[in-house]
Each structure stands twice: as C-alpha cells, then as structure tokens.
C-alpha cells in the first residue's frame, strides 16, 4: 500500500491551488519589442494589428507555444492617436466591421483579443456588439482590458456569447523594481485570494527583465502561469461550461 501511495504521489500531475494568465501587449512597432521571444511558452502575447513586426513576432511566438492574442485599438477618451487598424465611435458598422477584419488577419493564430486604450469606445453598447459579433463568428474569445470603469465590453459579450476574461491588474504602470514587485506582490495576493487572475504588462525591458528573474516564485507558490484560454468560463466554439466553471472576473 506505501509503495502504491509513494507512486501516486511521484506521478500524478501536479494540482496548482490557483492561476495567473500573463499577458504582454503592445506588441509590433519597436525592434526590441522581439525581446518577449525569450518569455516562458506560458506567457501569453497581444499583437498590435498592421505593424512593422507583428506578424513575425506573433509567428515565432506561436512556434514557441505562446498563446497569441491581437491587440485591438479602440478609441479613447483622452483623444490619443491609436494607430492602425483603430476601431472608432465614428465609424459605420460595415467600416468599423471591415476594419476589425483586417485587424485580425493581420495577427496570425490569433485565439483571442484585448483592447489597446479604448476607454471611450468600450462604453458604447453598439460598437461593443459590433466588436462581439466578429469574435463570435471567428471563435475568438475577448479579454477586457478594462481602461474605464464604465466598460460595458462583459455585458455586451455575455449577451452575444462570447467567452470574457477581465483584467485583474496591470503590472508595470510603475516601471522601479519596487513598483513591479509591489504589483507582482499584488498579483499573488489576488490570485491566492480569487484563484484565477488576469495580469497584463508590456514590453518595457525592465518588465521583461523583472518576469525572467522572478516568474520562479509563482509555481514556488502553487501558482501556475496558464493562457488565458485556460481561464474561459466556457468554450467558445460549444458554449458549454468549462468542466471546473473556472473564469478570471472577481467575485
């Protein structure tokens, strides 16, 4: 019986009491954004549409085993530039749909989406749906990276049937080692906490750097780093609960 027990122990795959989806976005325009290459296969990357270096990074990383999302522009209120393949209020649904399209195509093995700034066109109920639509036709899921606290993208989506993830906490709004560990610290707690969270950073060199030393004290900690797919409350292509009724939003 001991030696039964002893194998069990030594085969069984590992059970993490909880999960973190790392994203890395704002990807596509600088040289050095190829430096999340050297990211773990568990660290997930969103690709800026229609840039310089999009469709390669998004390529290499795929072949690697990252888990690619696109990263949509969506206009903000502040009235910055978002660049190309931007999703604006003015915008009739053919064009705002054509442009979505060509967004996605640009971003190859795509599997989800996130929004790049979009703190005033996330609050819009109809271009939200026009936004959800396009995912649910393509069988992509959508991560709400949550720039206002107005977004009405989780239920647009739960209307339309699209899996949603929410954004827990952004890691590097503060670039220091202090700040960054202080935000890690932060993660950990919230994951312990809610079991599953979502926690999106970007490719500044001192977050890439910071990741490299320190993603060791999440499975130190029972924590895995998992895609965010691993985190749908349901599977996209069915609309059939997951079998543990795992999702990311906070309880």
């Known amino acids: 019986m001991r ?13 993490f009491a909880a999960k973190i989806a790392i994203i890395i976005d704002d990807i596509g325009y600088r040289q050095s954004d190829k430096a999340v290459l050297a990211l773990p296969a568990n660290v997930t990357l969103s690709v800026l549409p229609l840039t310089p270096l999009g469709k390669t990074v998004a390529t290499q ?20 530039t978002i660049g190309p393949g931007a999703l604006t209020s003015e915008m009739s649904e053919v064009e705002f749909k054509q442009q979505l ?12 989406a996130n929004n790049h700034m979009g703190s005033h066109l996330t609050q819009l109920t109809e271009p939200m749906g026009w936004v959800m639509d396009t995912l649910l036709e393509r069988d992509i899921f959508f991560i709400d990276s949550v720039t206002t606290k107005y977004t009405q993208a989780g239920k647009v989506a739960k209307k339309v049937g699209v899996p949603l993830l929410k954004r827990t906490i952004f890691l590097d709004n503060d670039r220091s080692q202090t700040g960054l560990d202080n935000q890690f610290k932060k993660a950990i707690a919230l994951a312990q906490q809610h079991n ?20 060791h004290r999440l499975s130190e900690l029972n924590i895995a ?27």
Not at 196 to 215: C, D, K, M, Q, W
């Open 101 to 112: 399209a060509a967004a996605i195509d640009s971003v190859p093995f795509a599997v989800g």
């Open 225 to 251: 780093v998992v895609p965010p797919s691993k985190l749908l409350p349901f599977n996209i292509a069915n609309q059939t609960p997951d079998t543990k009724g795992t999702t990311a939003r906070l309880k």
């Open 196 to 215: 599953n969270i979502v926690v999106i950073g970007h490719p500044y060199p001192e977050t890439l750097a910071f990741l490299s030393r320190n993603l």
């Open 3 to 15: 030696f039964l027990l002893i194998c069990f122990l030594l085969f069984s795959p590992i059970s």
């Open 61 to 80: 990383a795929y072949k690697q085993g990252n888990e690619i999302l696109v990263h949509l522009p969506m206009q903000a209120l502040n009235g910055k």
